[in-house]
Structures are given as C-alpha cells and as structure tokens.
C-alpha cells in the first residue's frame, strides 16, 4: 500500500507534505510538480514553499488562511498532479561549471583517495562525469544540494567539521555533491574550487540554480582556472 | 543627522528589521527580530514607520552620541538603561544629544531587547532586508566597538519621555506550548511522555540559530536515516546527544534530525527571552488549539501596541489599558 503523500502539521506555521522517505528522483520528481501546481494556484495566506528531497514544505499565515481549507487545497492539487503524467513545466537549466581539482584546491582529495582506495584522478573523472540534479537549499544561503555522485566516490562526511571552509569549495559527502557559496563550518570533502559562486549577492535574483536543474562539472587546470575566474 | 559610536558591545548585537521572508528554499533563513513583539512595541511607541532596530543581547551595548539629536525607544525584557548617569525604566523613550552617553545592560530578566531610534538608521540591506544573518555575513556582521551608526532624518516626537508600558506583563511564564511532530513517531512513548511530564532547563548553548534544552534525554526507536527536510522556527530537533535544540530566528532551513515538536508560534518570542539556566514544561496543544492561540496572540498584541502607541494618555489611562491587556492574558494562559 502506498501511504504517500502523507500532510503533516508543523505547529501553526506551515506542514509537510511528503511523498516519501528516501532520495530518489521519481519522489523529486512528484515534489517539483506539486510546488509549481502550488505556485500557479498561488493560495491567498501561502507564504512560501520549501522544496527537498522527498517534501514539500508549506509555511502559512493562520490569520488569513484556515487550516483545514489549505489541507483540502492540496489534496485537490494533489490529486490533479497524479492524475497527469508527471510532467515539468518550464524551462529546467543545465549549467556547466570549471572546477579546478589540482592540489591547491583539494586539500581532501588525497585522504579521500585513500579511504576509498582509488586514486585521485579516478575521483576527479568520476566526480566530473556524473550529471547532477538539484534536489534542494539548505544550510546556508545558495548552498544547493546536488544528487547523482557516484555511488563508488560516496563516503560519510566527516565526524568533526572543518571552521571556515571558504566560499566556491566542491565538496561531497554521503550521495550529495555541493558547491559553497559563503564562509561556513562543514564536515564534507573538499574536492576542488569552482570558477563560479552560485551565489551572486548583487543580483536581483542571487541564487544561480532552480531546483531540478542539471548541473556537470569540467575540470580546469590551474592556469585556465585563473584566467577563467579574473576573466 | 546624528552619529554614534559604540563604546562597548556584546556578543551577537546585531541589526535586525522584520526579517526576509519567502527565500527559505533558497537556504536563506528568515532572520529577524528574536522578539517580535517587542521589535514592533517599540516602533508604535515613537509612532515610526517600521524600520531596522539594534537587538541588544545580554551582553549590552553601550554608544555615544557624537552630533545630532534624535528620541529612541527601548523595549524588550527588563533591561537596565542608562542615560548621562541617569537610570531610566526599560521600556522607556528618551532624547539622545551631542555628548549624551547611552549604556543599556542586563537587568532583571530578558535576553533581548531592542533600541529603535525616531528617524532612519544607515544600514546595508540585502533580499528587502537590513537583517544581519550572523554565520553568512550576508548582511552586516555583529556590532563592535568603534562602529559608528548614523540617523537620518531624526525628528523629536512630541511625546512624553519616560516608560511606555511596564514590562512585567511580557515575563516568560514557564509553561510553553508545542504540537507534537512531524516526527514524534520516532521516539519512544517514555520520551514523548518525558518531554510534556518533565522539567527542562535552557543550556548556555543559547544564540540566534537555536537553544539547546537539557532534561531527561529524548530516545528515538531505532537508529534513522532520513533524509534532510525543511525546519521552521519553534522546531524541538533532536541530534544524537537526546538533547531538544529549539530553532529559533537565525535558524538553518533544512536539516536532518528528527524533530518530536513545535513550539506554537504564539509562545517562541517568550521562549527566546528565557535566559540560560531557566525551566520550561511543555504543554502538548493541538493545531486546532495552537491556530486559536495564534489568533488570540494577534489580538492582544495589536490593542497592546494601541495602547502604547497613545503614550501622551494619561498615568491613570495607561494602567487601566494595561490591567485591561493582563486580564486578557491571564485568561488565554490559564
């Protein structure tokens, strides 16, 4: 029997609703779908909504909207997602980004190599072959978490975090890969430095990435690295 | 224009307006003001278009004026305000001159409060927010000494300086009330029951992002692998250590740890102005019940703030209004 999607309630602030309990694209796939279904409805008393991995958050003002209305919203909307084939609306992004994964950048990469008894390089191809998808934000501002890292480069993170990992770090740790955008604590693997921050706080629209975009990484050496990020 | 240079700061005093709504999924917490209803007490007091306020800690602050002349307010606990030597109430509006000297400090109670000066303060602004994101440095870092502040537009309200409302009606009542969830089916029963049975007790581990709670330790069933999912404010996560962390304004936007309750939105500003060492018990509430307590929490507020926003009323006024607002708070809490 399949339970999901299941609404939970968060106190008088917002609910979840979830669509399932692991990481996998075709859960993705039904959340996407609900946040645009739920942004082209665009329900008055809505604040915003919070995609991840496998569930939508939905935050409220229960001085204009009454609870019980909202659940009955969405079971509507969700009814009419199922109904359809799944089908993404709009244009989804795929973004290349240069990543320098010479030894001044990746200051894990050799303990990396090690623990997962593969050399560097094997890392580095297999890290900048993969196509990524951007499952969600989370943690700090523009921190996108990216799935798709090859399950043969996949390790825990580590047990005590590093201060002050600086902001264009390529990180991974468990299935995610990530891109920092700000100066942060974090128990991932440094694996590289990207030529682009994907945040850009000047801009209107600072975060770079949609949620479902695609994203590959093209390794840069070090020269090309310096010319690409002062061009 | 007037300008002020801090002579001593805190930790974590921090610029902080209404806070950036609607980009939480792009990771970017909402901020803003630990006590909300303290943040806008004081903007209805000098009659101010709401604006970016300094949020003091425990820690306090203490600047000069070096030229100008503007009123301020300030609200939030019962902090410890001194003017030119002079002790002022909290809660109080004062006028700060050329050579005024303003020193704000822990007092009876209250981890927060709040100066909001009568005119506009220079401030960098990022996503329609002044709001400082203590971590990121995305906008502004906490305040040091040797910062200058600067005010425009500064005008003199014609109000009555002195207090504007006593603050012994805000004083966090040690009962806090949560809906259980989203995740409470992965605790035990006797953790469940520990957390609305039990006294806990505010840690030091006290700053923007959260609090952590210290009581009997919360157990889950079985060893979880969840995946990371959004968080709101008030959210009780339970890392590892069986410790509640209450997330509260600088919070992070998704994470991993299973979550047994929520604090109702109607009680987290009182739970931030708790101080270390404090007991909480947890009231479990339905949502039917924190929605109506959310309601009831507007309500008052909002004939508070007309209350104090009137300060030219008279003495006699003012406690009649005040007795008036306590007789409706004791009857939602009891």
């Known amino acids: 029997m399949n339970i999901y999607p299941q609404i939970k309630p ?33 329900i008055l008393g809505v604040i915003e909504m919070i995609p991840s991995y496998a569930s939508l958050y939905v935050g409220y003002d229960p001085l204009t909207i009454i609870y019980e209305d909202l ?33 001044k950048f990746s200051p894990d990469l050799e303990e990396l190599a090690d623990k997962l008894d593969l050399s560097t390089d094997a890392i580095v191809t297999s890290h900048s072959s993969a196509i990524y998808t951007v499952y969600m934000y989370g943690f700090a501002p523009g921190y996108a978490y990216l799935g798709g890292l090859p399950s043969k480069i996949q390790i825990p993170r580590k047990s005590i975090p590093i201060m002050g990992v600086k902001p264009k770090s390529v990180m991974v740790a468990g299935q995610q890969s990530l891109i920092t955008t700000v100066t942060m604590p974090s128990g991932w693997w440094v694996i590289g430095k990207s030529g682009i921050n994907p945040l850009n706080k000047g801009l209107e629209q600072p975060f770079m990435f949609g949620v479902g975009d695609t994203i590959k990484f093209e390794p840069v050496k070090e020269c090309e690295f310096v010319r690409f990020v002062q061009g | 224009m007037a300008h002020f240079e801090i002579d001593h700061a805190g930790p974590l005093i921090t610029i902080q307006d209404k806070g950036r709504t609607g980009f939480m999924r792009f990771g970017v917490t909402p901020s803003g003001p630990m006590d909300r209803v303290a943040y806008l007490a004081a903007h209805h007091a000098l009659g101010a ?40 109430p909290s809660w109080s509006i004062f006028t700060l001159r050329q050579g005024s000297r303003l020193q ?72 806090i009330r949560i809906v259980l969830g989203p995740q409470d089916h992965f605790f035990t029963s006797q953790s469940v ?32 692998d969840m995946p990371s999912e959004p968080v709101g404010r008030g959210s009780l996560q339970v890392p590892g250590h069986g410790d509640p962390i209450c997330l509260l304004a600088d919070h ?5 740890y299973p979550k047994i309750a929520t604090v109702i939105s109607a009680d987290q500003d ?20 924190a929605i109506v307590a959310a309601k009831i929490a507007h309500e008052v507020e909002h004939s508070f703030y007309h209350i104090i926003k009137d300060s030219q009323k008279s003495l006699e006024e003012k406690l009649w209004n005040s007795n008036l607002v306590s007789g409706i708070v004791s009857d939602i809490n009891s």
Not at chain 1, 25 to 38: C, E, K, R, W
Not at chain 1, 80 to 91: A, R, T
Not at chain 2, 62 to 74: D, L, M, R, T
Request: a neutral charge; hydrophobic letters at 40%.
């Open chain 2, 252 to 256: 992070q936007t998704t994470g991993g």
């Open chain 1, 71 to 103: 659940v009955l919203s969405l079971e509507v909307l969700i009814s009419e997602i199922q109904k359809k084939q799944i089908k993404i609306q709009g244009e989804k992004n795929h973004w290349r980004i240069p990543v320098c994964y010479e030894s």
């Open chain 2, 49 to 88: 278009d709401l604006g970016a306020a300094i949020e003091i800690s425990m820690g306090g602050l203490s600047i000069s004026c070096q030229e100008g002349q503007v009123s301020a307010c300030i609200t939030g606990g019962d902090f410890k305000i001194t003017l030119d030597g002079e002790i002022l």
């Open chain 2, 270 to 289: 009182k739970l931030s102005q708790m101080r270390s060492g404090d007991k909480i018990f947890f009231k479990v509430v339905s949502v039917e019940a």
């Open chain 2, 193 to 224: 029951q520990d957390l609305q049975n039990k006294k806990f007790i505010l840690t030091k581990d006290f700053n923007r992002q959260g609090v952590r709670l210290n009581g009997p330790k919360l157990k889950i069933i079985h060893a979880l």
């Open chain 2, 104 to 175: 704000v400090q822990a007092g009876k109670w209250g981890s927060w409060c709040y100066l909001v000066f009568a005119g506009k303060m220079i401030v960098p602004t990022w996503l329609d927010s002044a709001s400082t994101h203590v971590g990121s440095d995305l906008c502004g870092t906490p305040l040091s000494v040797g910062n200058i502040i600067t005010v425009e537009d500064c005008y003199l309200p014609n109000l009555m300086a002195g207090q504007v409302f006593d603050p012994k009606l805000f004083k966090p009542q040690s009962q």
């Open chain 1, 10 to 42: 968060i106190a008088d602030i917002g609910l979840l609703i979830e669509f399932g309990q692991s990481i996998d694209i075709s859960i993705h796939a039904q959340i996407l779908a609900m946040d645009q279904a739920m942004q082209a409805a665009s």
